[in-house]
């Protein structure tokens, strides 16, 4: 047997969700929500993150800036402090704005496959799908003109007068 053609032991399991593959617009819509999703998650991981570093070096430069004697190593640390906020400050607009493109980008996507797919795809499968209904519908219909054709045409076996008397008398 081919390796190809070899299938999966019964240990696997089958994916339990099959991504929409079978046509490339809602495959496009379909992968802009997942960049949606993604930009949203990323934004709102950074965001704590950062808050979390900024509150850091912030308590770090009131704590060395309330000092009253203050030695090169506590300078120090303050400058480094400082240019530590400037850093996660510099990160945050630097990361909100790949998250921002990534979000754009998510929600162009969805948009473009969203509306080619609903235009080309799914009109086209609307009207097959209506077409077909009206062909099973002339069938049916035409089904049922010759089944009442066929039972009209037949002999009816129709009892006649004199055998349906039945009171007693006999017709000779």
């Known amino acids: 047997?081919?390796?190809?053609?070899?299938?999966?032991?019964?240990?696997?399991?089958?994916?339990?969700?099959?991504?929409?593959?079978?046509?490339?617009y809602k495959f496009t819509c379909l992968f802009g929500l997942a960049l949606i999703i993604s930009?949203?998650?990323?934004?709102?991981?950074?965001?704590s993150?950062?808050?979390e570093r900024k509150v850091k070096y912030m308590e770090a430069l009131i704590l060395l800036e309330a000092k009253t004697e203050k030695n090169?190593?506590?300078?120090?640390?303050?400058?480094?402090?400082?240019k530590l906020l400037e850093v996660a400050?510099?990160?945050d607009k630097t990361g909100n704005i790949f998250a921002g493109a990534v979000l754009g980008t998510g929600i162009a996507l969805s948009i473009f496959g969203a509306f080619l797919w609903h235009g080309k795809i799914q009109?086209?499968?609307?009207?097959?799908?209506q077409l077909q209904i009206e062909k099973l519908e002339l069938e049916l219909s035409k089904l049922r003109g010759e089944l009442f054709q066929a039972s009209s045409?037949?002999?009816?076996?129709?009892?006649?007068?004199?055998?349906?008397t039945n009171d007693g008398s006999a017709v000779i």
Do not use: C, H, W
């Open 72 to 82: 090169k190593i506590d300078e120090d640390l303050l400058e480094m402090n400082k």
């Open 89 to 91: 400050k510099s990160n």
């Open 1 to 24: 047997m081919p390796r190809a053609l070899k299938t999966f032991p019964s240990k696997y399991m089958p994916p339990s969700f099959s991504i929409a593959t079978d046509n490339i």
């Open 153 to 164: 045409t037949e002999p009816v076996a129709t009892v006649s007068q004199q055998e349906g």
């Open 39 to 47: 930009a949203i998650f990323s934004v709102v991981s950074m965001y």
């Open 123 to 129: 009109l086209r499968d609307d009207k097959l799908a």
């Open 49 to 51: 993150a950062s808050l």
